[in-house]
């Protein structure tokens, strides 16, 4: 079975400042992708990056990095320079790449509160 | 290039009726699936079609059915409306989950509450 946690239910962060929200997962798949999405108070889930597991470097997107450490199972996700646009719900999830599907598995994600 | 779309983004039901959600993927996109979001379960997978065929079903009653057309375009079904029902329902698309790197992109949601 897969599975996502997210231990952070909620977190602040000063604005300017770096920010990095934990999740580990577990899977018996062993080809996985995992996946950060934002979810502001809209509603629209708003994807942000993806590490695949085969992937030899951390992945990037602007002022959003994954920092996967794949023994440790962790898949976290750092945002520098905090911006009061990047308060919003945060969910890690993962997808079996093995098993062809597009079904993701989410965890229960870490709200984020910018302060100015 | 359009995103996903979602109609309606709200709608009221009384329990016991049926209600049908739909979603328009991104051009060029073959799979979608559908997704239920409650504050007590969080996100919680519903189902996935691929080119109009059903491949994956979460853990839901028999209540709760979908389907895909032929454009792409996805349709998802809730018969005997119960209060446990009143959610977010997220629509997602991808291009073919076959690809390693293949990733969903999702809609703007239909809230539902059913009273």
């Known amino acids: 079975a897969q599975k996502i946690t997210q231990t952070q239910p909620g977190m602040f962060v000063q604005e300017k400042e770096a920010v990095t929200l934990d999740c580990t997962y577990d899977t018996s798949d062993p080809s996985y992708g995992l996946f950060w999405y934002k979810q502001p108070s809209s509603g629209e889930m708003i994807f942000l990056i993806y590490?695949?597991?085969?992937?030899?470097q951390n992945a990037t997107e602007g002022r959003y990095s994954l920092n996967f450490q794949k023994a440790r199972k962790s898949a976290n996700l750092v945002i520098s320079a905090s911006q009061l646009g990047d308060s919003a719900m945060y969910f890690c999830a993962m997808r079996g790449i093995s098993s062809n599907t597009g079904k993701l598995i989410f965890g229960q994600g870490t709200t984020l509160q910018v302060k100015p | 290039k359009a995103g996903v779309t979602q109609t309606p983004r709200y709608l009221i039901k009384t329990r016991g009726q049926q209600v049908t959600l739909s979603c328009s993927p991104i051009?060029?996109?073959?799979?979608v699936s559908w997704y239920q979001q409650t504050p007590g379960q969080g996100l919680q997978f519903l189902f996935e079609?691929?080119?109009?065929?059903?491949?994956n079903k979460g853990n839901f009653p028999g209540r709760f059915s979908g389907r895909q057309f032929s454009n792409s375009r996805s349709e998802m079904n809730v018969s005997t409306l119960e209060l446990g029902d009143s959610a977010l329902y997220l629509c997602?698309?991808?291009?073919?989950?076959?690809?390693?790197?293949?990733?969903?992109?999702f809609g703007p949601g239909t809230r539902l509450t059913v009273l």
């Open positions: 079609y691929f080119s109009e065929t059903q491949r």
């Open positions: 997602a698309s991808s291009l073919d989950p076959t690809f390693s790197t293949d990733t969903q992109y």
């Open positions: 051009s060029g996109h073959r799979s």
């Open positions: 590490q695949g597991s085969y992937d030899q």
